[in-house]
């Protein structure tokens, strides 16, 4: 299993950035996909999930109206459309995917979000 994020950056208050997640080694459109961050000295936290079909998403109260997750299963990839950023927003960004019971991360890709 491969998760690969990107798409991360320096963006100003009230910008934009999109973040893909590349997934490979197992069946993709099977399993649902979560997008967590972890800011400095806090713990990771949930972001976003989607089902595997896409079907059907959940948000953290903190980015609803401003995060939209989807995924593109021709692609094996997952996405996550992020408006209206805000500083609080700053922190490294993970795609997540749990197998058979195992959680599965990439590495990671830091959204800095500063005028």
């Known amino acids: 299993v491969q998760l690969v994020e990107s798409g991360g950056g320096l963006v100003q208050p009230g910008g934009s950035l999109r973040l893909s997640c590349a997934a490979s080694?197992?069946?993709?459109?099977?399993?649902?996909m979560s997008w967590y961050r972890q800011a400095p000295g806090k713990e990771r936290e949930l972001v976003a999930t989607i089902t595997s079909a896409g079907g059907s998403t959940n948000y953290a109260d903190s980015v609803k109206g401003r995060f939209t997750i989807s995924r593109d299963n021709a692609k094996n990839t997952m996405y996550l459309q992020m408006n209206s950023l805000k500083p609080e927003d700053t922190a490294v960004y993970y795609c997540?995917?749990?197998?058979?019971?195992?959680?599965?991360w990439g590495q990671g890709t830091q959204v800095t979000v500063s005028s």
């Open positions: 080694g197992f069946t993709f459109s099977s399993y649902a």
């Open positions: 997540n995917a749990v197998i058979w019971y195992y959680d599965y």
